[in-house]
Structures are given as C-alpha cells and as structure tokens.
C-alpha cells in the first residue's frame, strides 16, 4: 500500500498543485501531509470499495458546517478521475426544494425561516437521481441538480443541472447525510441553543421528519463523518465560507445572520444528539475524520475505536 500511495503521490502531484493554487488559494506544501496521509489513502480505499461490486458506489459524507466536506469531495473526485473512476460530487444542498417551493413552506410553517433542516429537500428528487444513476441508461443523459446559493441575496434557489451519462462513484455529502431520528425522550434536557419550549418543540418536529430521508440514507454503500472538536466552531468556519464566496463577487449573509444561521441547525439536529452517537455505530458508519480547531486533520479511525 505504501509504494502504491508513494507512486499516486507522484503522478498526481502536478494535479494537486494546480488545485491547491487555483481552487484552494493555498500552498501545495500546506497540505501536502494532508495528501499522503487522508486524501490518497481514502481515494485508493474508495476505489477498492468500487471494484468489489458491480454497480455505482454512493459514498456518504457527513459533517457540520465548515468541517470541509466540499474540499473533500473535491480533491477525491480529482484523486478517483486519475486512478480512471467517473466520480460525481452531490451535496444535499443540490436537492433543497426550490426558492418558491421553499416560500410556500415557509407560509405553511414560519418555523422554517430558513433553507437546511429537514423538510427543506426534495428527497425524491435524491432517490430519483441515485436510482438513475445506479442503473444508468447510455441512450438517456442524467441530470444533476445543482443548487445556487448565491441568488435571491443568500436564500438560494436551484440552478441550471448538470449532465452527465452516468457515474462509477457518487460522493454525496451534506450537514446531515446519514444522520437518523432519534429517542424523543432526548429533548427532555437537551443541550442549548434548544432553550425554550418552542425550540423543543421545533426539534422533535425536526426528528420526525428525518424519517422521510431514510429511503435515501438507504442508498449509501458507506459512510464517512468529519467531526470537528468542537461542534461550536462550525460558526466561525462558516463565516469564513461566507466571507471567501462574497470575495468573489457574490451576495451572501452576513456576519449576524450567519450566526443566526448556524444556531438554527443546531437547535433542528443539534450535533451533540444526532451526530455524536454516529461515532460508536459501526454498523452504519465506515469511518471518523476528527478536525482540529485550525481545520488540520486529527485521528483517523473506525466508529468505537478512536485510540
């Protein structure tokens, strides 16, 4: 394994440094030890995990804001399309429910202020896309819906969807791919932000209607968690995401509402309650990536073995 990763490194290290430089805004060098040491390993463990079976690989990722699961997604993709895999990301940002669609919730129920909890996605629009692509027809291009979070000043809507004629890996990542409902009795003392018993209440609604995306945690092959140290710092993780996107020329929230935001996932699926139990079930989860408070990458391990 060692010389296979060792030869990778080299033949892939020309491709690095242009998304380093170009897409990362960052030295190669920077991330160089995060390259050997998580990103090839976890591509050539992936691949392996395709070649064992017949049909497209869904490979889960799950994290809190900011915990860098784009960047992920990313890089493996450019890893996997070296070693001769087709590989497509898939956010669950990608299936929120149209900006109108979302308006019309919002009459409905004015708890759902804004875009992220459950209720917010179109989960057969996910089922449809990950049954197409796992029995893809070469005569019929598949599309991809992609989500714009820059339009309507931040509210986001759905794009223009990407074509494709199918995929040999689908990275599908989101804040709460994976994560399942959980025994109502956890909100008797749940932790805070959930402080009121409005914000109970929004949570136990929350945790009923993660029963609807169960059909499509049903399609992932394997799960992958990034979890930060300190759930807290996804805040100021997410700032920095925001900050980096306005930079470009695009609108976004600001520094309060983005505080709002984030204080508003927390109180719909608060990470101490749905993603920390994810950490000792082996069952359903394949691997734990820990970040660090400066974003590096901590302990690597299997779910109930993190020494």
């Known amino acids: 394994m060692t010389n296979d990763i060792s030869q990778l490194l080299r033949s892939f290290y020309p491709t690095f440094e242009h998304f380093c430089q170009n897409t990362l805004n960052k030295p190669p060098q920077q991330l160089e030890e995060t390259l050997k040491r998580l990103w090839l390993p976890l591509a050539m463990q992936i691949a392996s995990y395709r070649q064992a079976q017949s049909h497209t690989l869904i490979q889960g990722i799950l994290g809190c804001q900011g915990t860098g699961k784009t960047t992920l997604a990313k890089i493996l ?8 895999y087709r590989t497509l990301s898939l956010s669950l940002d990608d299936l929120y429910k149209t900006y109108s669609d979302r308006l019309a919730l919002q009459q409905q129920d004015p708890r759902f202020i804004w875009r992220g909890p459950p209720g917010t996605h179109d989960v057969q629009l996910g089922l449809q896309v990950l049954d197409r692509l796992r029995q893809p027809d070469s005569n019929s291009p598949i599309e991809i819906p992609r989500f714009d979070k ?17 995929a040999d890996i689908v990275l599908f990542e989101g804040w709460f791919v994976g994560v399942r409902p959980i025994d109502p009795a956890s909100f008797d003392h749940p932790p805070p932000p959930i402080n009121t018993f409005e914000d109970r209440k929004f949570a136990i609604d929350m945790n009923t209607r993660l029963q609807e995306y169960l059909p499509l945690w049903d399609k992932l092959d394997r799960l992958i968690i990034l979890y930060p140290v300190d759930y807290r710092l996804s805040q100021q993780w997410r700032k920095d995401a925001e900050h980096q996107m306005i930079a470009t020329g695009k609108t976004g929230m600001t520094d309060l509402q983005i505080e709002q935001f984030v204080e508003y996932f927390w109180k719909s699926l608060h990470p101490d309650l749905f993603i920390k139990p994810l950490l000792q079930d082996s069952q359903r989860v394949d691997l734990v990536i820990e970040i660090n408070c400066d974003r590096s990458i901590g302990k690597v391990y299997r779910p109930g073995n993190p020494s």
Do not use: F
């Open 150 to 166: 820059s339009a309507w000043h931040g509210a986001g809507d759905r794009g223009t969807p990407e074509i494709v004629n199918g």
């Open 77 to 84: 993709t450019l890893i996997l399309g070296h070693l001769g």
